[in-house]
């Protein structure tokens, strides 16, 4: 119910997404966005968070910046 409203809403405006490509990233960033609420996780602080380690984070360990495992990581450190 509630979690299929925003995609109902949005769903006209997302014609004009600009390109087929354009439509990807939305849909990526909505994809993110979500799973941080199915953590609950603030949005924000986790794509600031990530955003700056993403590029030096060791590829072994990708799966430590999924929103529930890095909320995780975050309370375990005291960041939360």
Do not use: M
Request: charged share 20%; aromatic share 8%; proline share 5%.
């Amino acid at each position: 119910g509630r979690a299929i409203r925003p995609v109902a809403v949005g769903r006209r405006n997302w014609q004009f997404a600009g390109s087929d490509r354009g439509g990807e990233a939305a849909a990526i960033c909505y994809s993110i966005i979500g799973s941080c609420r199915s953590a609950a996780v603030d949005p924000f602080d986790y794509l600031a968070d990530v955003l700056v380690k993403v590029a030096t984070h060791p590829a072994s360990k990708i799966a430590d910046l999924v929103p529930a495992r890095w909320a995780e990581l975050r309370a375990a450190a005291g960041d939360a």
